[in-house]
C-alpha cells in the first residue's frame, strides 16, 4: 500500500474533464479505513488540495454520500449520523435506535466524546431534547455505554430477571417499561441469553412476541433491536438492509449506513444471514434496487 500512488490515482480520476468514478471506487473500496486516512493526509500533503471538498465536487447523490462515508473515520461517521437523526428535518428514529443498540461500549464512549467535541453539545442532551417519554429513556440508557460486558451468568438472577420481566409485561394489566428496559440495557449479553430462555419457558411465547404485544411505537423498535444484537448482531443488520430495500422506493440512508459501517466488520456474516433469512443473496437484492455508480460501489463493499 502506497498512500501517494494511491492519492495520485484519486487526483487523476478528478482531473481534468468528467470524473472517473471507476477508479474512484477501485481505488477506496480496496483500501481499509485507516489507509483511506492515510491517503487523506498524503492527498493534501502531496497534492495541496483537501480530498474530501474535491470529491464533494465532483460526485453527487447517493453516490457521494457512499464515498464521503467510506471517507469518514469510524467514529465519526456514527457521530455525523446521530447528528443527523436528531438535528435534520424530523427525527430519524431508527438511525438511533440501530447505533445505539448494536455498538460496544467502547464505540459509544469515543462516540460520546467526539460528539461534544464536534458539537458542543453532549449527545445525551440532545437525545432529551429531541425524543420523549420512555424511548428517550431507552436511548440515554444505550448512549451511557455501562452495559455489563462480562460473560458471568448468575442462573438465580436469570430466573428472577425473566420471572421479573413476565410480571412487567404479560402478566399485568399494563406493561412496567421500566423493568424491560433496566434489565435488557444494563446485564451482559450472556446472562439476557440465559434470561431469554427461562422467558420463554415461564411465558410460553419468545421475549419478542411479548414486546411486540406489550410496546408500540419506537419503544418496542428500540427494545427487539437490543434483543435482536444481542442474539445476533449480524442477522440484525442483514434485516435493516432487507427493509432498506424491499417494498416501493428504498431507504438509501439505512442501506448507505450500514454497507458503510459494517463493511470492515462482520460484513461477511451478514451477507451469510441474509441468504439463510430470506433466500437470495444480498448481492442480488442490491443489484435489483440499486443503479449506476451507487450500485457498483454499494456491490463492492458487499464484496462481489
Given amino acids: 500500500f502506497s498512500a501517494e500512488q494511491e492519492a495520485q490515482a484519486l487526483r487523476k480520476a478528478m482531473k481534468g474533464f468528467g470524473t472517473d468514478e471507476d477508479a474512484i471506487i477501485e481505488t477506496l473500496t480496496k483500501l481499509n479505513v485507516s489507509q483511506r486516512q492515510q ?14 471538498d474535491d470529491l464533494k465536487s465532483e460526485l453527487s447523490g447517493n453516490f457521494e454520500k457512499v464515498i464521503i462515508g467510506l471517507m469518514t473515520p469510524t467514529t465519526m461517521y456514527d457521530v455525523h449520523e446521530l447528528r443527523r437523526a436528531l438535528k435534520g428535518a424530523g427525527t430519524d428514529e431508527g438511525c438511533l435506535i440501530e447505533i445505539l443498540a448494536s455498538r460496544t461500549n467502547a464505540e459509544i464512549r469515543h462516540i460520546n466524546e467526539n460528539y461534544k467535541l464536534q458539537y458542543g453539545s453532549t449527545l445525551e442532551d440532545d437525545i432529551v431534547s429531541d425524543t420523549s417519554s420512555m424511548f428517550r429513556r431507552v436511548l440515554v440508557s444505550l448512549s451511557t455505554g455501562n452495559r455489563d460486558e462480562g460473560t458471568f451468568v448468575d442462573e438465580a438472577l436469570a430466573q428472577q430477571d425473566a420471572q421479573c420481566l413476565y410480571e412487567a409485561g404479560e402478566k399485568k394489566w399494563g406493561t412496567d417499561e421500566v423493568q424491560f428496559m433496566s434489565i ?55 434485516e435493516r438492509l432487507y427493509k432498506s430495500m424491499k417494498g416501493l422506493g428504498t431507504d438509501d440512508s439505512t442501506l448507505i449506513r450500514v454497507m458503510v459501517s459494517r463493511s470492515e466488520i462482520d460484513m461477511l456474516y451478514i451477507r451469510r444471514e441474509f441468504l439463510a433469512m430470506y433466500g437470495k443473496s444480498l448481492h442480488s437484492f ?19
Fill in 39 to 52: 491517503v487523506l493526509i498524503t492527498y493534501k500533503s502531496t497534492i495541496g488540495r483537501d480530498l474530501i
Fill in 286 to 304: 442490491i443489484k435489483g434496487d440499486c443503479s449506476g455508480d451507487y450500485r457498483k460501489v454499494l456491490l463492492r463493499l458487499c464484496g462481489g
Fill in 184 to 238: 435488557l440495557c444494563t446485564r451482559n449479553r450472556c446472562h439476557l441469553l440465559r434470561v431469554f430462555d427461562v422467558y420463554r419457558a415461564i411465558a410460553n411465547k419468545d421475549i419478542t412476541e411479548s414486546i411486540k404485544s406489550e410496546m408500540s411505537g419506537d419503544l418496542e423498535d428500540a427494545l427487539l433491536a437490543v434483543v435482536k444484537c444481542l442474539r445476533n448482531k449480524p442477522a440484525y443488520f442483514a
